[in-house]
Structures are given as C-alpha cells and as structure tokens.
C-alpha cells in the first residue's frame, strides 16, 4: 500500500500557484489577506 500523498509540483502550481489565485475575485482575496498577515509565501 502507498501513502496517499505522491507529490507532483506541476499539478501543484496548476491548482494552488500565484496565477491561479490571481484569476478570480476570491482567489485574489486569499492573496490580499496573507500579504496582510505578512506571509512570507503567498502561493505556491
């Protein structure tokens, strides 16, 4: 049995990175809020 985590950073990007969260109003929010709260990474 495998661990249910296999990591592929291409996925990764494509659903949680910068870009992505910069398309839509809610997305763009997430990024507001964490650069707000000082983040060091907003996204992936």
Do not use: D, S
């Amino acid at each position: 049995m495998k661990m249910t985590y296999q990591p592929h950073n291409t996925r990764r990007k494509r659903t949680h990175g910068f870009l992505v969260r910069m398309r839509t109003k809610a997305g763009a929010a997430v990024i507001r809020r964490r650069r707000a709260k000082g983040r060091q990474k907003l996204a992936v």
